[in-house]
């Protein structure tokens, strides 16, 4: 993959690499990785609130567990739309 950025980002990416003692490309890799991983939560989440898909679905599009992406939302303070049914599959 190629990928041309502005110089001043580039700039920045080796500011943050420095201080975090690692080398510019292992930091954009993490960086990415963060990133996919946020935007994947963000989608499902978004997903679900919009009721176009389950708790079950909206969890494995995060790549989470259930119990992990129902304390996830929790922490962001976005109520469920949980019903006792999913609470028993869940358990």
Do not use: C, W
């Not at 679905?57 to 929790?74: D, N, P, Q, T, Y």
């Amino acid at each position: 993959m190629n990928l041309r950025l502005d110089e001043d980002f580039i700039k920045e990416f080796e500011e943050l690499a420095e201080q975090e003692n690692l080398d510019r490309s292992a930091l954009v890799k993490k960086i990415l990785i963060e990133g996919l991983q946020k935007e994947r939560l963000n989608f499902a989440v978004q997903k679900y609130i919009l009721k176009e898909i389950s708790i079950e679905k909206a969890s494995e599009l995060a790549k989470m567990s259930l119990h992990e992406f129902i304390l996830k939302m929790s922490h962001l303070g976005i109520p469920s739309n949980l019903t006792l049914e999913d609470f028993k599959k869940i358990r």
